[in-house]
């Protein structure tokens, strides 16, 4: 069974349409990263998996209806869908009692071990603690939570850079075991490019591409071409193309690699730069556009 | 759910967890009312303020009884009424209180969890719209009334032990206040009063509470204005006052059928001390206004569950 299953799953607000008909399939035990451009409908169709809003089309989430079972779907669902949605009037030591008290799921002692590493005390209010330490507060929570699917919808947006690396970094080890699956939205693509296992790119609504890691880095191939090598490699089609200190970044998809490798240097390319390529194009900028 | 083929078996186990039972509702509930007593602790610290204030007005009486003592007169009805006062006193300060307290919690019930977008967490854990309204809706129709029923009463002992003490300083014997202080009568009549309250307001609450569900700003007012232009309304078109009438016999909540405050002698019963003999809960209770309000509060509660599934933070 697969974790999350949607066919056709459509929003709109009033004339505005959020999500246009998506089909989507994510297996048990993957690590999705969910990138789209502001507004491109990443947090409604979160908010439909997380059973926030009601949708059209059809949409099963661990084999559960979430709009109309949220709160049974939240037995095995964990989700952080914000930095700052932590009750500022919340100590703790509440925190942890109330969740205790109604998650069944919710191991107390690994959520106490998790706050040991951290400099926030039991008796202290969430607003007296810092952003940073907000997420770790909210971050223990979940992680102790066995959830089989944790959402996190912008967890680190305005935190500083080592919040952030230390955030993915518990998530992977700490809590990440290959059983659960993590769909997590974020603009900042490069810090989660090693975490994910699968990728997939949303704009206006729709998915635009969605691929395997493993398949990402096979597919897309950036190479530095040499300056006398310019036009026999835009004769290849790239993908896209960009000035880096004066010479030309091309990006490829399905080329071949031994043919690149003859053009100039050759690299997987960073999530980020296939994201302003495949949007840029999207968004009917002609290919080659960044000269 | 399914092992992938290619699992070790050792990670079937984990992976195949016994289902996640939900928490008894009974358990929810109790997390989720002390969740609400956490953020909002005006609901028993207004209340205990109020019961200090009551002592004090009273220790402060004490210490010039011996003056009033000499002025009262003698009729033997109206002293027994100065005697009882200052314990009727407490029980309807706390009882406003906890009024003024119920409708500025229900107001922000629903609204406030949207403003600062914690419905997100609260969302995000396994309890139920249902769950939450019911809690919500617990506050002023099952914990303020006993919150004012248990404090009435302590704050009524300390006072009768303190002009106890004051009368044994003065030499004189306590037996005949305690004799005439009908302290648990007046208690009883207080559980029947809260009941009564409870019940006769609750449209009033579920109205606030479901307005706090559906409402982006300005609660109060969209609490208020409704209920005022159709007031308005009627009067223009019909020159009739019903829905008036109706609103402000549910704000008392229908409690003049409650209690008759005339004796069956004939004489007026003073609200600071209504006896046990004068509750009249058959008529209360048969009266259908109680019902039809009691259906509007349901009315009003389902569509504030269904508001908060609905609602997003603001």
């Known amino acids: ?291 | 759910m399914t092992t992938p083929p290619n699992a070790l078996p050792e990670s079937q186990i984990p992976s195949q967890p016994v289902a996640a039972v939900q928490r008894p509702a009974a358990q929810l509930l109790y997390w989720s009312v002390r969740r609400e007593l956490w953020e909002n602790r005006s609901i028993y610290v207004a209340p205990l303020v109020a019961a200090v204030l009551a002592m004090l007005g009273f220790f402060v009486g004490l210490t010039q009884f011996s003056r009033t003592h000499r002025m009262t007169s003698a009729d033997p009805a109206h002293q027994f009424l100065m005697l009882v006062m200052p314990y009727g006193h407490t029980a309807w300060l706390l009882l406003i209180t906890a009024f003024i307290v119920g409708v500025f919690y229900s107001l922000d019930a629903l609204h406030g969890e949207r403003r600062d977008r914690s419905i997100l967490f609260w969302k995000s854990l396994p309890v139920s719209d249902l769950t939450t309204v019911i809690s919500k809706a617990a506050i002023p129709l099952v914990v303020l009334p006993i919150l004012v029923v248990v404090i009435t009463a302590v704050t009524n002992l300390v006072m009768i032990l303190l002009n106890t003490a004051g009368l044994l300083l003065s030499g004189l014997n306590p037996i005949a206040l305690w004799r005439q202080v009908p302290l648990f009568q007046m208690e009883l009549v207080l559980i029947y009063g809260v009941t009564v309250l409870a019940l006769g307001q609750a449209p009033l609450y579920a109205w606030l509470l479901m307005v706090s569900a559906w409402a982006r700003r300005t609660v109060f007012l969209w609490a208020v204005l409704p209920l005022l232009a159709i007031s308005v309304a009627e009067k223009l078109v019909f020159n009739t006052t019903h829905f008036l009438s109706m609103l402000s016999d549910r704000l008392i909540g229908g409690s003049t059928d409650a209690f008759s405050f005339i004796t069956p002698s004939g004489a007026p019963v003073d609200p600071h001390f209504i006896p046990l003999s004068q509750i009249t809960p058959g008529k209360f209770f048969g009266n259908p206004d109680l019902w039809i309000g009691l259906a509007f509060a349901a009315l009003f509660l389902t569509a504030a569950v269904r508001l908060r599934r609905y609602r997003e933070p603001i």
């Open chain 1, 1 to 291: 069974m697969a974790c999350i299953e949607a066919r056709g799953l459509r929003k709109s607000f009033g004339a505005t349409v959020a999500v246009d008909g998506i089909d989507l399939r994510v297996e048990e035990g993957r690590i999705l990263g969910l990138i789209g451009p502001n507004g491109a409908g990443k947090t409604t169709a979160l908010n439909a998996i997380l059973g926030l809003t009601p949708y059209q089309g059809e949409l099963k989430v661990l084999g559960r209806d979430p709009w109309n079972d949220r709160d049974h779907l939240m037995l095995d669902v964990s989700f952080i869908a914000d930095v700052a949605v932590l009750p500022r009037w919340l100590r703790v030591s509440q925190a942890l009692d109330y969740v205790a008290g109604v998650h069944p799921r919710f191991d107390r002692a690994k959520a106490e071990s998790f706050l040991g590493k951290t400099a926030i005390k039991r008796t202290s209010k969430v607003r007296e603690l810092s952003k940073g330490m907000v997420a770790q507060l909210h971050l223990a929570l979940v992680m102790a939570i066995d959830a089989k699917l944790l959402v996190l919808d912008e967890p680190t947006l305005g935190l500083d850079i080592l919040y952030r690396k230390q955030f993915y970094d518990s998530l992977l080890n700490d809590y990440f075991d290959r059983t659960r699956t993590i769909v997590v939205t974020t603009h900042q693509v490069e810090e989660i490019q090693d975490v994910l296992t699968d990728l997939m790119f949303i704009n206006r609504g729709r998915i635009v591409l969605n691929c395997s890691m493993e398949e990402f880095e096979s597919r897309y191939l950036e190479v530095m071409v040499n300056p006398e090598q310019v036009a026999a490699a835009r004769a290849l089609k790239p993908l896209h193309e960009r000035q880096v200190f004066g010479r030309s970044v091309l990006l490829f998809d399905r080329a071949d690699r031994q043919q690149l490798a003859a053009l100039g240097e050759v690299r997987t390319p960073s999530i980020a730069d296939l994201f302003v390529a495949v949007m840029g194009n999207q968004n009917g900028a002609p290919q080659g556009a960044a000269q």
